[in-house]
């Protein structure tokens, strides 16, 4: 199957290139195969589950996968893990150059079991690209089976990004991280969060741990971060993007993203702008 364009297609013809996709990827033999597509902006993937892994790389845009597990951020650079089997939705925040590299359960030793952001090294970038370029009937075979292998081998190595946001099953604090997401703010309290639902400091952190898998802090900075990326992926300033976010100053934010993603924003977007 050939890369597939979503743009300017009626949603009754989207629905039917879902549909052929998704028959397409159950059938395709090979451990590992490479399927690109084209959306727009705004555009929704409707939820779905296949019986391949997914790697999932938005070569331009941003993309925001949802499951019943969370939220997740996929910026330029990075690419999604997904695990057969899992319910998940994607919308394009941005119009979305969609790599995905589909994987037979246990195809390697040390395939991920749980979803994450995963960095790209530059050696996978380079092998998805040439992945996508391949014709899918040479793949199996000579050169095009030696990089479709090698991505294969490369995805164990690839790097988790602190981009998930997991939410709570519990309503009182679902019900808390559900308007922070709507209002992000760097001054959320674990004192000011508890007393908000009647419990102790040291219950609602572990509470909160238990729910989540992370303190408040670190989920806090996450969805800051969550709020961030879509608009400095745009362009936006960083001044007016970390005055929004309620940071006293743009220091604070860069030591904020810096210390999660590795890189002042800046120079976090350079590369995929160039």
Excluded at 252 to 260: D, G, I, Q, Y
């Amino acid at each position: 199957m050939q890369k597939t364009d979503f743009r300017n297609v009626s949603d009754p013809e989207l629905g039917l290139l879902h549909a052929q996709r998704l028959a397409w990827l159950e059938k395709v033999e090979g451990a590992v195969v490479a399927l690109p597509g084209e959306y727009p902006d705004g555009y929704r993937v409707p939820e779905h589950r296949h019986s391949r892994a997914q790697l999932l790389h938005a070569r331009t845009g941003v993309v925001k996968i949802t499951t019943a597990e969370g939220r997740w951020m996929v910026p330029p650079d990075h690419a999604m893990w997904i695990p057969s089997g899992i319910d998940h939705s994607v919308e394009m925040l941005g119009a979305v150059d969609m790599h995905s590299v589909y994987v037979i359960p246990g195809a390697i030793a040390g395939l991920p079991d749980r979803l994450r952001v995963v960095g790209l090294t530059d050696l996978a970038a380079s092998l998805i690209l040439e992945a996508m370029a391949l014709p899918q009937e040479a793949r199996q075979s000579g050169r095009a089976a030696l990089v479709m292998g090698l991505l294969l081998h490369e995805i164990p190595n690839l790097p988790q990004r602190p981009l998930g946001l997991p939410f709570p099953a519990e309503p009182r604090l679902a019900a808390l991280c559900r308007r922070f997401i709507e209002h992000p703010s760097p001054h959320a309290t674990i004192d000011g969060w508890a007393a908000s639902i009647g419990v102790s400091r040291r219950s609602f952190t572990r509470l909160f741990l238990r729910e989540t898998g992370l303190s408040l802090s670190t989920w806090r900075q996450q969805a800051c971060l969550f709020a961030a990326l879509p608009r400095l992926a745009e362009g936006e300033p960083v001044t007016s993007v970390a005055i929004d976010l309620g940071y006293d100053s743009v220091p604070a934010f860069t030591t904020m993203f810096r210390r999660m993603l590795g890189k002042a924003p800046r120079d976090y977007f350079k590369g995929a702008r160039q």
